[in-house]
């Protein structure tokens, strides 16, 4: 039985365009989240610049991060939001952890390939070792539960073998946490517009292939108007989407921004056209993300006010990191002021 009381911890890099595959998959769960565990979204900036970023962009996309958080339903005074990079735990403790981690462990996990691609040899060490980062992101809280995706598994899943590690090496059973998985809910896989067997993404050259959050409810309306869809009508079953990714998608993300399952929006629309789904769906997203869309204008136009939500953000997960932090040199034989 772990001794570790509940606490959640996650965060998204700073690196413009949210989407809906964003609000969907991460950000609407953190809202629901936050009612069932003491929580904390961290701006995970540090993570950002494994690879280039502007400097002065860096810092807007900070703060539009946590404009999105407070827009979606985070309550600042219930849960911690902060940027990474101001509070120091999570790098000194990623170097800790990284005297932990082997090399083997790091070169199975696939994101990094993925991002590398041919070229890794003039890839980032930060981009090597960003799952450590991650690791020491977690158990800097000692967090037990964190809100994934499919993506991120293995790097929880590294995680887990590092607290594993550290706890057997220095003698210090149960000290760090196993962290567990916490997946909520349908969304959690939103493919893009205009092509339903990609993933949606702000790198796609496209602006019609995702939704932003900062799109207007004219902008929403058009784009899920003008989504790829096919010539048949909605099956009435789940498995008449297998071979329809389009569909599929269109049908998930109804289900996903209604909160029922793809079997219910099947048991509406089924037998019906897209004609009978789009405009349904266009009201529904503009329904749910046009006020988000609206309050993170409004949010990102009082600098003064999102600062000093990070701010105070920061210096209470400091509060909870630090002592950890501490324990940890303590565990590893550092002298400790």
Known sequence: MSKHSPRVFSGVQPTGNLHLGNYLGAISKFVTMQHDYPSIFCVVDLHAVTVPQDPKLLKEQTREIAAAYVAAGIDPAKSIIFAQSTVSAHAELAWILSCQARIGWLNRMTQFKD????????????????PVLMAADILAYKATHVPVGEDQKQHLELARDIAAKF???????????????????????????????????????????????????????????????????????????????????????????????????????????????????????????????????????????????????????????????RETKEIMGFLVR
């Not at 998930?252 to 909160?259: E, M, Q, R, T, V």
């Open 115 to 130: 991002k590398a691609g041919k070229d890794k040899e003039k890839a980032s060490v930060g981009l090597y070792t960003y």
């Open 167 to 325: 706890n057997n090496d220095m003698n210090a059973e149960d000290f760090f946490p196993q962290p567990e998985p916490l997946i909520q809910g349908p969304g959690t896989r939103v493919m893009s517009l205009k092509d339903g067997t990609a993933k949606m993404s702000k790198s796609d050259p496209s602006d019609l292939s995702r939704i932003n959050l900062t799109d207007d409810a004219d902008t929403i309306a058009k784009k899920v108007k003008k989504a790829k869809s096919d010539a048949d009508v909605l099956p009435s079953e789940e498995e008449g989407l297998e071979a329809r990714p389009e569909a599929r998608n269109l049908v998930g993300i109804y289900a996903a921004l209604s909160g029922v399952s793809r079997a219910d929006v099947l048991s509406e629309f089924g037998g019906q056209g897209f004609g009978a789904l789009k405009p349904r769906l266009a009201e529904l997203a503009v329904e749910k993300l046009a006020p988000i869309s609206e309050e993170m204008r409004r949010l990102q136009n009082d600098r003064a006010h999102l600062d000093g939500i990070l701010m105070d953000g920061a210096e209470r997960a400091d509060a909870i990191a630090a002592p950890i932090l």
